[in-house]
């Protein structure tokens, strides 16, 4: 893309930028949070979008006036100057041009949403439910790391310790932009503690990541909600298992059930279970997006396929392997310790070789 070509694109926005300035003054779109919060979104879009010309436009003219004085001057100090703004500018040039780009790409809508992310066990029996704990360990300190807020909804812990199944949501800065990529099958080859023979064995458990949907993306009718109470299982106290806290909420229309006993709150427990209910709801019509994502791409990096193997950590040899893009780190116990960004950082990198691809910029 010529930069006359990805200036005029950038023109066709800021028209764009002006109207929307005006619309989210407007008390009447005020009013209307659905389309205000939406609006509002797409003017930061635009204003990041804005931003970056500007400073491409700066770099373009330092380019102009460089070459201009090495034509014109003839005073060797000022020569050297400008050649070295020359050098400067044209080597930031590339960088800022696929930032553009990138920008100009529509990103996923989901992306700056906060997550759900439930991990369960699976083939490998004990392992297993060990390898879901050791796999909540790591997101728990990656999430601490990143400032994000993690909360358990839900926990249903296995005989031999770890979990069958934990999930948990997780609240801050473009969450699900950056955990969706692990959604898949996780694969781990190691000794297990019950082994007996020192023999490496395989086992899996699979985490799915759902962007967490918000009050106004989804109405839900009391009259569709079935609302059962329990006494909770587990740790907590005597309090725990003798009061009826825990909350189980059953949509009628779809049969969707969601449960939460982490809090001694009835009340807190049902707000939970209630965001829970709303992102499962949203999430059946967000997958249809995914999958039209999935039907079109070839690494499919991003697509939430539960049923896909993404990653195998092999603690023999101390490696992490993602298999969507062929990425191998030895560097294993910092990677269970939540050091999990260099790996997000490279899909993240081959995802957006996809959309400029599909976008033909």
């Given at each position: 893309?010529?930069?006359?070509?990805?200036?005029?694109?950038?023109?066709?926005?800021?028209?764009?930028?002006?109207?929307?300035?005006?619309?989210?003054?407007?008390?009447?779109?005020?009013?209307?949070?659905?389309?205000?919060?939406?609006?509002?979104?797409?003017?930061?879009?635009?204003?990041?979008?804005?931003?970056?010309?500007?400073?491409?436009?700066?770099?373009?003219?330092?380019?102009?006036?460089?070459?201009?004085?090495?034509?014109?001057?003839?005073?060797?100090?000022?020569?050297?100057?400008?050649?070295?703004?020359?050098?400067?500018?044209?080597?930031?040039?590339?960088?800022?041009?696929?930032?553009?780009?990138?920008?100009?790409?529509?990103?996923?809508?989901?992306?700056?949403?906060?997550?759900?992310?439930?991990?369960?066990?699976?083939?490998?029996?004990?392992?297993?439910?060990?390898?879901?704990?050791?796999?909540?360990?790591?997101?728990?300190?990656?999430?601490?790391?990143?400032?994000?807020k993690v909360e358990v909804t839900s926990v249903n812990e296995g005989s031999s310790g770890g979990y069958k199944e934990i999930i948990f949501?997780?609240?801050?800065?473009?969450?699900?932009?950056?955990?969706?990529?692990?959604?898949?099958?996780?694969?781990?080859?190691?000794?297990?503690?019950?082994?007996?023979?020192g023999r490496v064995h395989t086992s899996a458990a699979t985490v799915a990541v759902l962007p967490e949907a918000e009050e106004f993306d989804?109405?839900?009718?009391?009259?569709?909600?079935?609302?059962?109470?329990?006494?909770?299982?587990?740790?907590?106290?005597?309090?725990?298992?003798?009061?009826?806290?825990?909350?189980?909420?059953?949509?009628?229309?779809?049969?969707?059930?969601?449960?939460?006993?982490?809090?001694?709150?009835?009340?807190?427990?049902?707000?939970?279970?209630?965001?829970?209910?709303?992102?499962?709801?949203?999430?059946?019509?967000?997958?249809?997006?995914?999958?039209?994502?999935?039907?079109?791409?070839?690494?499919?990096?991003?697509?939430?396929?539960?049923?896909?193997?993404?990653?195998?950590?092999?603690?023999?040899?101390?490696?992490?392997?993602?298999?969507?893009?062929?990425?191998?780190?030895?560097?294993?116990?910092?990677?269970?310790?939540?050091?999990?960004?260099?790996?997000?950082?490279?899909?993240?990198?081959?995802?957006?070789?996809?959309?400029?691809?599909?976008?033909?910029?």
């Amino acid at each position: 893309m010529t930069e006359n070509v990805l200036l005029q694109r950038l023109d066709g926005l800021t028209h764009r930028f002006e109207e929307i300035s005006v619309l989210i003054t407007d008390p009447a779109v005020m009013s209307d949070m659905k389309r205000y919060v939406k609006l509002s979104k797409e003017y930061r879009e635009l204003e990041k979008l804005l931003q970056a010309r500007k400073k491409y436009e700066v770099i373009l003219q330092n380019i102009r006036d460089a070459k201009e004085l090495l034509e014109t001057e003839s005073d060797a100090e000022i020569r050297d100057m400008a050649r070295q703004e020359l050098d400067d500018s044209q080597r930031q040039l590339p960088q800022l041009e696929e930032n553009i780009k990138l920008l100009l790409v529509p990103a996923d809508p989901e992306d700056s949403k906060n997550a759900i992310v439930e991990i369960r066990g699976g083939t490998g029996g004990d392992e297993a439910a060990i390898f879901a704990g050791d796999l909540f360990r790591m997101y728990t300190r990656f999430c601490e790391n990143k400032g994000w807020k993690v909360e358990v909804t839900s926990v249903n812990e296995g005989s031999s310790g770890g979990y069958k199944e934990i999930i948990f949501a997780v609240s801050g800065d473009n969450v699900y932009g950056i955990l969706k990529y692990e959604s898949g099958v996780h694969r781990v080859q190691r000794i297990p503690a019950t082994e007996t023979q020192g023999r490496v064995h395989t086992s899996a458990a699979t985490v799915a990541v759902l962007p967490e949907a918000e009050e106004f993306d989804i109405e839900l009718k009391d009259s569709d909600i079935r609302v059962d109470t329990f006494c909770a299982s587990g740790h907590g106290g005597q309090s725990v298992n003798t009061t009826y806290s825990a909350i189980r909420l059953v949509h009628l229309p779809t049969g969707i059930t969601v449960q939460c006993q982490d809090e001694k709150s009835q009340l807190k427990n049902k707000a939970k279970a209630m965001i829970e209910l709303r992102t499962r709801i949203y999430n059946m019509e967000y997958q249809k997006y995914i999958d039209e994502i999935a039907a079109h791409r070839k690494t499919m990096v991003s697509t939430g396929d539960r049923s896909a193997k993404i990653r195998t950590y092999n603690f023999p040899q101390g490696r992490v392997t993602d298999h969507r893009i062929n990425l191998t780190l030895y560097n294993l116990s910092f990677f269970m310790n939540g050091d999990i960004q260099p790996v997000i950082d490279q899909l993240i990198v081959a995802e957006n070789a996809e959309r400029l691809k599909e976008a033909s910029l």
